[in-house]
């Protein structure tokens, strides 16, 4: 699941709960209702598919995708290139039409890797601090240049200065070439939601920018959702980009913004006369005044980039109709993780091998059905994901296929809680916006499965994985997850658990306990309206409610940001 390496994970870690729990509640409340919604029923062709579709040969390939072989799917690495390969010997095998470059099934993308070299240093006094462990930079949307910045340390609490509460926290202070520690807003007393609306955050760092300040050093105020360990390893990890992307130069001098785990922070006050303990309880109050550290940072950033590639990976399976087999529906799933850093292997089996795995098993069903369905079936594995969705946005920008003849794309993009027992619920991320809604719904009936509404609209899930990027295409997609019935606090607590140790870590491997019953069945949702899809008398419309009701296939016109 996307996130810019920080960026993006720490939103979809904070809303994993909120998701788990929204489905096992829909699926309560639903359960009563479920036996009388239920009116459809499968056709023999789609029961033959479901057959087809084997927990063994989703296992396999979610074995073989996160074994020590794969070294993590690394884009811009040997264990992705391993991958791919994989994946396309698996397409060939099937007897898949290939649909990369140069009549093959690869499709070359190139990338920028950046890293920052060992100079990189924080020093405070005499003493210095590594990277990726006790800090990390944070990035801005601009080039990345070296940098070296020092200065005396002043801690400006939450940086606020508003007459409305008579809070100044600079007051009487000079901040220009000066390195301020604060804290991320908004303090206890103040609603996030109200400091999000109001921007603060970002009108805060605009004044220090004003100001001069050569270095911004965030510390933990301990309300955090995400440990400030957990977004140190996330920043401290390589960037990946697409190599033709224009980088953004500063528009003018930035200071380096740094983020310190606790055990640093409290570093940084030894000097000051008082705690870190009592400088964040002092950060609360709106009497609160600067507090000079008596200490000089010292702040290095130094990167180099690389260029290299990483391939999607793509065939088709050609459908029978003459003249319908010139459009396709197009599955989807990435098979990038984090790959290799630092000595660490990255494995990412639920995240996504599992998830390619399913959508491998949809195209061996495919693959083995005597009769052909009429469109042509597209199965795009892609890389890049994790990095901001780059692999699909590469073909979608570059399609291999006449993208106003895709018709429908179903994209496969979890973490794993269909393996937490038989699956009962699905949500369609998408599905309030094209008739793939409807027809998820009457295929789920049918299966005996709730279809729940996104359960965590206010993390906009919907725009943060692959299939968005076939949206802006002006094809209708759909995002397909599934979660388990059962008692709710067992599922939460694995749930903690997984997060807080597992999730874009080391510890995201197969485990004994996985139900693959539930993968085989959101496999068996993907393939059964797949199948439908490819049959349909016309391909799926977007709904006159939705903000992509006037989108065509092939729109090159850049989407508003979603609000």
Known sequence: ???????????????????????????????????????????????????????????????????????????????????????????KALGMKPLGDKASFLQKVDFRETVYTPETSFKVGDESFRFGKDFAFQSLPFKRTDKEKSGEMIFIAYGIQAASIKRDDLEGIDVRGKVVVMIEGPPASINKDSWDKAEASSAIFLNLVRAGVAGIVYIAHGREKEAPETMIDYYGRRSVSLAGGAEEPEPFPLPLLVSVGTPLAEKLFAKSGISLKDALARAEENTFKPVKLNQT??????????????????????????????????????????????????????????????????????????????????????????????????????????????????????????VYGPVKTMVGYGAEHSTLGAMLTDVSAAMGIVVAPDPVPDEKVFYRSDHYSFVERGVPALMLMGAPEGDIQNAMKRMREWEKTDYHQPGDIIRPDWSWDGAKTVADVMGIMGLRLANADSMPEWLSTSRFAKLERGNTKELPEEK
Do not use: C
């Not at 920080?6 to 709960?17: G, L």
């Not at 009388?36 to 023999?44: G, I, M, R, Y």
């Not at 459908?319 to 098979?335: C, N, R, T, V, W």
């Open 1 to 91: 699941m996307r996130s810019t390496q920080a960026n993006r994970v720490a939103p979809w870690r904070r809303s994993f709960a909120a998701f788990l729990v929204g489905m096992l509640l829909f699926g309560g409340v639903f359960a009563q209702t479920a036996a009388v919604a239920l009116k459809s029923t499968l056709a023999s062709d789609e029961r033959a598919l479901a057959a087809n579709i084997t927990i063994q040969a989703i296992k396999d390939a979610t074995a073989t995708l996160s074994s020590p072989v794969m070294e993590g799917r690394g884009t811009m690495q040997p264990g992705g290139e391993k991958a791919a390969a994989w994946i396309a010997e698996r397409f």
């Open 297 to 418: 940072a010292k702040i290095v950033a130094k990167s180099k980039s690389t260029k290299g590639t990483s391939p999607n990976v793509v065939g088709y399976i050609e459908g029978s109709d003459p003249k319908l087999k010139e459009e396709a529906i197009l599955f989807s799933a990435h098979y990038d993780a984090y790959g290799t850093e630092n000595g660490k292997v990255y494995p990412g089996a639920a995240d996504n091998g599992l998830g390619t795995a399913e959508m491998l098993a949809v195209a061996e069903a495919f693959s083995k059905s005597p009769v052909k369905p009429k469109r042509s079936l597209i199965f795009l594995a892609v890389t890049a994901e994790e990095y901001g969705l780059f692999g699909s946005k590469y073909w979608a920008k570059n399609p291999t296929w006449n993208i106003k003849k895709v018709s429908a794309n179903l994209n496969l993009d979890g973490v794993g809680t269909e």
